[in-house]
């Protein structure tokens, strides 16, 4: 019997892990995830690939991105070699958040992003102001009767007293000329307001169909997928796309729209188009092409020449006009209707795993930040990745968090000071009560930890200092001599000065039959980290685990460097649907 049960011990946890592998796919978590992090098991992180860091040229500062169709959802920072630095998956929950950057508010900077519910193309939510505590300081809605904000811009401007949103405002149309004749047809408008971030009391607003003919756009109905048929209220004809705007100096307003493929400057006294570049009516002769633009921004201006930046897509995921999407900046002479390209940042190659391709192409999303050292800092939009290049064009940073699946609307670098109202997190373990101890310690958020100063004792009332380690990345390990059953954690700025403690934890010490299976670090993973785990190994090394010579996956991946194929990894799935049928049959008194 005893033979038996070890082998329905086996079935049980393999079919298991299958049934992991349903649930992820069913729930689209295909996009790769950190290791568990001990002590934030909670944090089901992104993992954030840097392919290039060039650490002479790069800039200073976190990558700030909100990634979306991945497990966990929402804002997130990363220090330049890819560790997480925070997580506000918390602060999203169920709803998408977009734009996530620094913005200056009541004197200071905070943090501004995009909050709502998504649709097909567009959302209806609100901006978020957060400090430097992360704790949200201010919501801002759009106002005049029309839906809520939508998440294409949520831009602060005047040291944040202001902020400029866009609305996507679906009304009844005549579209009969669209081949729409049985009855009304309905089309989306392109709407941008400013704001009053303190009372959401708008101080300007701006429509495209009062401007823009629908004859303008590229996009007919019923031809992309966020075209619409404009057919019902639910689908209608997005002619338009607002997806960016931008305040100069003067006063006037700088417009994108996607399915116009036209860049629009706005009179801020009535709201008539002053000039319009690209698309079928533009009023300069330019050297360069683009279409299905993102973030459209004003870099400098005087009486005779704009300097604006913009992310040209080239493509939408239907048409296009070049091969590879690629940031741009542009001059335009105001005197001689001159639009000159300036400078162009295309995905630099290698952009990731296996390419040979020499750039990207982006159907939606993606942008253009000119950092202040000259440095351009893109985020790629559909294609979940993120560069950054000198004014040259020399790459200096390539980084990746998906290949297939997830998507980024935007991505920022800044420099950014946190001081979380939390305390920091800790899990310590020792394999038996005479091992040494094992400490896991983080801090979500805190920006200012530079090491860590480790506490341990017999009691809560009897802690002594043990030792001091570098803070490595978003969760330090680090191995304390002797057996300590209650433990503690301080985080230390550069300075020495102690910031928080984390709360007097007792260490996990595992039973007897569970020891046997751990090592001096820690227990083997089980359900969804151990099918990643498992993912790691070739189809020799999966034998060989289920053979029993080795008790975690870990140990397996510590005997060989071999990368596993794809053919190795359909195998081992196949081995678990193949175990999990057994079980089955087990369960049901099948022999």
Avoid at 217 to 224: A, E, F, M, W
Avoid at 390 to 402: K, Q
Wanted: hydrophobic content about 35%; overall charge negative; some cysteine.
């Amino acid at each position: 019997m005893a033979p038996r049960c070890t082998l329905v011990s086996l079935l049980l946890a393999l079919s298991t892990t299958l049934r992991n592998v349903v649930d992820a796919q069913a729930t689209n978590q295909s996009v790769p995830t950190a290791a568990p992090f001990l002590s934030r098991p909670d944090i089901d992180s992104i993992v954030l690939n840097v392919t290039r860091h060039n650490d002479s040229l790069i800039t200073p500062g976190y990558i700030f991105m909100a990634p979306y169709q991945v497990a966990q959802a929402g804002p997130y920072l990363f220090d330049n070699s890819g560790n997480l630095v925070w997580t506000g998956f918390s602060i999203s929950g169920p709803a998408s958040s977009h734009d996530f950057r620094v913005c200056e508010f009541n004197g200071s900077d905070h943090l501004c992003m995009y909050q709502g519910n998504q649709a097909l193309g567009y959302a209806r939510g609100h901006g978020i102001i957060m400090d430097n505590q992360f704790q949200i300081v201010k919501s801002v809605q759009t106002g005049g009767g029309l839906p809520p904000a939508d998440q294409h811009d949520f831009n602060t401007i005047n040291n944040g007293q202001q902020a400029l949103m866009t609305i996507f405002h679906p009304l009844q149309y005549d579209l009969t000329a669209y081949n729409i004749s049985n009855g009304q047809g309905y089309i989306m408008e392109g709407v941008f307001q400013e704001v009053d971030t303190m009372t959401s009391e708008v101080l300007f607003e701006w429509r495209s169909l009062s401007h823009v003919d629908p004859f303008a756009s590229y996009v007919l109905p019923n031809t992309t997928d966020v075209s619409g048929d404009g057919l019902t209220k639910d689908t209608p004809w997005d002619y338009f796309h607002i997806n960016a705007v931008d305040k100069s100096i003067d006063g006037d307003y700088l417009v994108s729209s996607r399915h116009t493929e036209t860049l629009y400057k706005i009179n801020s006294t009535d709201g008539s188009i002053i000039w319009q570049l690209g698309g079928k009516n533009s009023d300069f002769h330019q050297n360069f092409n683009f279409s299905y633009q993102h973030d459209v921004r004003f870099l400098s201006e005087n009486s005779t020449t704009t300097i604006i930046s913009f992310f040209d897509n080239a493509y939408n995921g239907f048409n296009g006009s070049a091969l590879f999407s690629e940031g741009k900046v542009v001059a335009i002479n105001n005197a001689t209707m001159n639009a000159t390209l300036l400078q162009a940042f295309p995905n630099p190659a290698p952009y990731g795993p296996n390419d040979t391709s020499g750039g990207l192409v982006s159907a939606s999303q993606g942008n253009l930040q000119m950092l202040p050292n000259g440095n351009a800092f893109l985020g790629w939009g559909s294609n979940a990745f993120i560069s950054e290049s000198t004014a040259d064009g020399t790459p200096v940073l390539s980084a990746y968090f998906a290949t297939t699946g997830a998507l980024h609307y935007r991505a920022y670098k800044f420099n950014f000071t946190s001081y979380p109202t939390d305390v920091p997190a800790l899990y310590t373990y020792a394999q038996n009560d005479t091992s040494p101890t094992v400490f896991y310690a983080s801090w979500n958020g805190a920006t200012e930890v530079a090491s860590w100063t480790y506490y341990g004792g017999s009691s809560a009332t009897d802690m002594k200092k043990l030792g001091t380690s570098p803070k490595n990345g978003f969760e330090t390990v680090a191995t304390q001599t002797g057996y300590q059953n209650f433990t503690m954690v301080e985080a230390v700025a550069s300075n020495g000065t102690g910031l928080a403690n984390s709360s007097i934890i007792n260490t996990f010490v595992p039973g007897a039959l569970l020891s046997a299976k751990c090592n001096s670090m820690q227990c083997p993973m089980t359900g969804k980290h151990f099918y990643n785990s498992m993912m790691t190994l070739s189809t020799a090394q999966l034998l060989t685990y289920l053979t029993g010579s080795f008790s975690s996956a870990t140990q397996l991946q510590n005997t060989t460097s071999t990368v596993p194929s794809a053919a190795d990894k359909v195998t081992i799935t196949r081995w678990s649907a193949l175990f999990g049928v057994f079980t089955i049959l087990v369960g049901l008194g099948i022999q």
